[in-house]
């Protein structure tokens, strides 16, 4: 398993979700429900669901007729995923699978979200046409992806010093997140997957963090970051995370650190 394929065995998936979820995914996974446009008796899909931050979210907004389903390829997200509660008056249908290659049937679903994912596939494209075909016609497919990362200055930050002190390589399991982050880039996609028009936004939070000493250690290990950066002396990551300070100094608060974030939405009608 190389760190860029961001897959994660069971005990990273829960600290995935014990961490990252709440710090950082977790507001953006809401961001975009809220941003989905949907009626209480659609069938949803969540695409790449990871531990179903956005299918929970999504729950609560569908009726007992309507239908809720959550993929991941990963077997542990998804058993993270499982184990989580959620809006109980629906059912969530959990399916391990991949994201070119979906149990549903042609023009079956009314909604698709995708929350971070399509950056992470070797070929973007064959997930947006697998998601063309299952979606009814009119059916919209909502995406987040992160901006530049010149634009998240924490990911920025992290992504350089981990290359810097420890590897380029172990610095790609987080850089891989921004391969696909150029609006045109994206659309052309979306164009060559079929879909007859997309609508592009922006949504910036500002996020409370605990501070980075304690806060970037954890956050590490729940990535594929994790393994080359506990491979390194506490030397270096003491040196890693004083530079950090240094580079996120404007953002440092009493309690921790508050720093912007910044993601686009696309919404694709078929």
């Not at 919209?140 to 010093?161: G, K, M, Q, R, T």
């Not at 850089?175 to 045109?184: D, E």
Request: net charge negative; glycine share 6%; hydrophobic share 40%.
């Amino acid at each position: 398993m190389t760190s860029q394929e961001w897959q994660l065995a069971n005990d990273a998936a829960r600290r995935y979700e014990e961490i990252l979820v709440p710090a950082i995914l977790g507001p953006f996974a809401k961001s975009l429900a809220d941003w989905t446009e949907l009626e209480v008796h659609h069938t949803v899909v969540d695409v790449g669901c990871g531990t179903g931050a956005a299918t929970r979210h999504l729950a609560p907004r569908l009726s007992e007729s309507g239908r809720l389903i959550g993929t991941d390829v990963n077997k542990g997200m998804l058993e993270v995923a499982q184990s989580l509660p959620y809006h109980q008056d629906l059912s969530i249908d959990w399916r391990q699978e991949t994201a070119d290659n979906l149990s549903m049937e042609n023009e079956s679903v009314d909604v698709v979200v995708c929350a971070q994912v399509l950056q992470f596939l070797k070929q973007p494209v064959n997930a947006l046409r697998e998601i063309h075909r299952v979606l009814k016609n009119d059916g919209h497919l909502n995406i987040s992806l992160w901006c530049e990362i010149e634009e998240n200055p924490y990911f920025d930050a992290l992504v350089n010093a981990i290359a810097e002190y420890i590897s380029p390589e172990t610095a790609a399991g987080l850089g891989s997140a921004f391969r696909l982050t150029n609006p045109h880039e994206i659309n052309i996609l979306i164009d060559e997957a079929g879909y007859q028009s997309s609508q592009n936004d922006v949504v910036e939070l500002y996020l409370e963090l605990p501070g980075i000493d304690k806060f970037v250690p954890r956050h590490i290990s729940a990535t594929p970051m994790g393994p080359g950066y506990a491979s390194a002396s506490p030397e270096v990551q003491a040196t890693l995370l004083s530079k950090l300070s240094d580079r996120l100094h404007d953002y440092i608060t009493e309690d921790g650190m508050t720093i912007p974030f910044r993601s686009h939405l696309i919404r694709a009608i078929k």
